[in-house]
C-alpha cells in the first residue's frame, strides 16, 4: 500500500509519480510499450477496486466509532450521506479480500495424452475453474484461467487460485509441503489420504472403498505472503476439488471474517450426484499456521 499524505517536494501532484509509469511512457519500443501499458491497466484497475473496498470497509467502521449514524460519518469523511450510501451499495464486499487484491490466476493442472501435442484438463478441473472465475469475477477481479504444464516448475506471480494436487504437479507439492498442520499422503497400495500432522489422523476419498460411492474429500487452504495470496485447492481426486470450491464460495465471508491477516488450512467432504455437489461437510475445521 502507498502511504497517504503531503508529497515530500512541492510543486504539482505530477512530481510525485510511478516510477514504471514513468518508465513506459519512455519506452521506445510500441511493443513492449504496448504490453506493458494492457498489464499496468489491469493492474490500476485492480488497485482502485481495493481502494473502493477499503472506503467501504472504512465507512462500516467508522459507523461503529461515531454511534451508528452514516450522517456522522459523512461528515467525517467531506461526503453526502447520499454519496456514502452509493458507495455502501456499489464497492465490493470486505472478504473479496480473501484473494488479495487482483489481478487473480486460476490455476488448473493439464494433462498430457500422447497421442495429442496439446493439454487436456478433465471435467472435473473444467467444472472447478470455471465456477471460481465466475465467482471472482463476481468480486470485481480481473481473472484469467491458466493450465500448469505438470512437466515445469511453475509459480505463481500474482495472486491465485491454485487446483492442483500434490502428485499432479511441483506447484501442488511446493504448496502443500509448507503447511504445519494438514498434509497428503500415499500409503500403500497408492491410496491418497489427507492428514492430520497433530493428530495422526488420516482421511481417505470414499470413492477408494472397497464398496465406492460418488464422494470425495479435498484440502482448502489460504496462503497470506507479503504482497500476495494463493488460496490452494485439492482433492484425493479431482471431483473433491468441485466441493472444496463450492465450501469456499458459500461460506468466503466467514472464513475472512475469521482469518482475514493470516494463513489457514482445512478439509471437507462432498457426497455428489454427478459433478454437482449434493452436501458438503467440514471434515478438519480451519486452522490458522503458527
Request: with cysteine; proline share 7%.
Amino acid at each position: 500500500m502507498v502511504p497517504c499524505g503531503a508529497p515530500l517536494v512541492k510543486g504539482p501532484k505530477l512530481a510525485v509519480v510511478d516510477e514504471e509509469f514513468e518508465r513506459l511512457r519512455r519506452e521506445p519500443d510500441p511493443v513492449r510499450r504496448g504490453r506493458r501499458a494492457t498489464e499496468l491497466l489491469a493492474t490500476y484497475q485492480q488497485r482502485s477496486v481495493e481502494l473502493a473496498r477499503l472506503r467501504r470497509t472504512a465507512i462500516e467502521e467508522a459507523r461503529d466509532q461515531l454511534g451508528g449514524s452514516y450522517t456522522k460519518v459523512a461528515k467525517a469523511f467531506g461526503l453526502t450521506k447520499g454519496r456514502i450510501t452509493q458507495i455502501r451499495n456499489s464497492a465490493p464486499p470486505a472478504h473479496r479480500a480473501f484473494f488479495g487484491v487482483g489481478p487473480l490466476d486460476v490455476a488448473l493442472v493439464g494433462r498430457r495424452i500422447f497421442e495429442r501435442e496439446d493439454m487436456v484438463i478433465a471435467a472435473e478441473d473444467d467444472v472447478t475453474g470455471t465456477h471460481l472465475l465466475a465467482e471472482v469475477e463476481q468480486l470485481a477481479f480481473t481473472a484469467e484461467r491458466l493450465v500448469i504444464d505438470p512437466r515445469e516448475e511453475w509459480e505463481p506471480a500474482r495472486d491465485a487460485i491454485v487446483v492442483c494436487g500434490p502428485a499432479s504437479a511441483h506447484i501442488g507439492n511446493a504448496l502443500i509441503s509448507v503447511d504445519p498442520v494438514l498434509g497428503m499422503t500415499i500409503a500403500d497400495g497408492g491410496r491418497w489420504y489427507i492428514v492430520d500432522k497433530t493428530t495422526g489422523e488420516r482421511f481417505g476419498s470414499p470413492m477408494d472403498d472397497p464398496e465406492p460411492r460418488r464422494a470425495c474429500v479435498a484440502y482448502l487452504a489460504r496462503h497470506v505472503r507479503e504482497g500476495q495470496v494463493i488460496t490452494h485447492i485439492a482433492g484425493i481426486h479431482a471431483l473433491g476439488s468441485i466441493g472444496a470450491a463450492q465450501y469456499l464460495t458459500d461460506h468466503l465471508a466467514d472464513l475472512y471474517a475469521a482469518h482475514p491477516d493470516e494463513s489457514f488450512s482445512m478439509a471437507v467432504s462432498a457426497e455428489f450426484d454427478a459433478l454437482t455437489p449434493k452436501s458438503i461437510d467440514v471434515l478438519i475445521p480451519p486452522r490458522a499456521w503458527a
